[in-house]
């Protein structure tokens, strides 16, 4: 039986789902989550979240022990459903705020930071908790649920990956948000705590030649396959298993 076809066979699976920006992972997870009937949680949303408490608390966020002292205090939500997924700091709606061109030139930098790391790794385990949701970010398969029976890899040329995400802004040159993300890229491969890789036992899905229903398929007869494969075979007649 498929999985798609059966909520039964997918209410405890968690769907790690890493790659850096502009590659499709946040419109493939949330595709993935919605048909599936999943849990959907957006991680970078949260680092983004913590950048706009910094830069409206006045932080330095170019000092990461200014940034590490004060990680603890805004207190982030995010809400899960993947056909209206939701984020607020300290209460106050955050969605648009996150996305401007002032958290983008900040949040890799805050985001290398320990301490903020941690806190947010606490929320994100408690977030996925038993399962049943698709998780994406670029250290979840690695770090955040290194025991997920889904774990994706997901890159697209540079060149599309800047269309992709100039295109999602509705602003800016090519060229420019290529620099952008190739400069992300460095920083969040680069840092010393999680950083950006391909994780152990990952697959990998070059999502450039690609339409975005053909990627979600893809990966939902992945999640078909590992699900299958981990609940086993039926039991023989007359088991008493």
Same mark, same amino acid.
């Given at each position: 039986?498929?999985?798609?076809?059966?909520?039964?066979?997918?209410?405890?699976?968690?769907?790690?789902?890493?790659?850096?920006?502009?590659?499709?992972?946040?419109?493939?997870?949330?595709?993935?989550?919605?048909?599936?009937?999943?849990?959907?949680?957006?991680?970078?949303?949260?680092?983004?979240?913590?950048?706009?408490?910094?830069?409206?608390?006045?932080?330095?966020? $170019? &000092? !990461? +022990? =200014?940034? @590490? #002292? *004060?990680?603890?205090?805004?207190?982030?939500?995010?809400?899960?459903?993947?056909?209206?997924?939701?984020?607020?700091?300290?209460?106050?709606?955050?969605?648009?705020?996150?996305?401007?061109?002032?958290?983008?030139?900040?949040?890799?930098?805050?985001?290398?930071?320990?301490?903020?790391?941690?806190?947010?790794?606490?929320?994100?385990?408690?977030?996925?908790?038993?399962?049943?949701?698709?998780?994406?970010?670029?250290?979840?398969?690695?770090?955040?649920?290194?025991?997920?029976?889904?774990?994706?890899?997901?890159? $697209? &040329? !540079? +060149? =599309?990956? @800047? #269309? *992709?995400?100039?295109?999602?802004?509705?602003?800016?040159?090519?060229?420019?948000?290529?620099?952008?993300?190739?400069?992300?890229?460095?920083?969040?491969?680069?840092?010393?705590?999680?950083?950006?890789?391909?994780?152990?036992?990952?697959?990998?899905?070059?999502?450039?030649?690609?339409?975005?229903?053909?990627?979600?398929?893809?990966?939902?007869?992945?999640?078909?396959?590992?699900?299958?494969?981990?609940?086993?075979?039926?039991?023989?007649?007359?088991?008493?298993?």
């Amino acid at each position: 039986m498929s999985i798609s076809g059966s909520i039964s066979g997918v209410n405890r699976v968690v769907v790690a789902m890493d790659g850096p920006s502009g590659s499709g992972k946040s419109s493939t997870a949330r595709g993935v989550a919605s048909r599936l009937r999943l849990r959907y949680l957006d991680t970078g949303a949260q680092f983004r979240a913590m950048t706009v408490w910094m830069l409206d608390h006045e932080v330095d966020v $170019a &000092d !990461p +022990a =200014a940034i @590490a #002292a *004060r990680a603890g205090e805004p207190a982030i939500l995010s809400g899960t459903d993947p056909d209206d997924p939701t984020i607020t700091v300290d209460g106050q709606e955050v969605a648009v705020a996150i996305r401007t061109q002032r958290v983008t030139d900040h949040v890799s930098a805050v985001a290398a930071v320990p301490e903020v790391r941690r806190r947010l790794l606490e929320l994100q385990r408690s977030i996925i908790g038993t399962g049943g949701i698709v998780v994406e970010g670029r250290d979840i398969g690695s770090v955040v649920a290194p025991d997920a029976e889904v774990k994706l890899f997901l890159t $697209a &040329d !540079p +060149a =599309a990956r @800047a #269309a *992709r995400r100039t295109a999602e802004n509705g602003a800016g040159s090519v060229e420019a948000t290529q620099a952008d993300l190739l400069r992300r890229d460095k920083i969040d491969s680069g840092r010393t705590t999680a950083p950006l890789t391909m994780p152990e036992g990952a697959i990998h899905l070059d999502t450039t030649p690609y339409s975005l229903d053909e990627v979600v398929q893809q990966v939902i007869d992945i999640v078909d396959q590992a699900v299958g494969a981990h609940s086993g075979p039926p039991p023989s007649p007359g088991s008493t298993g």
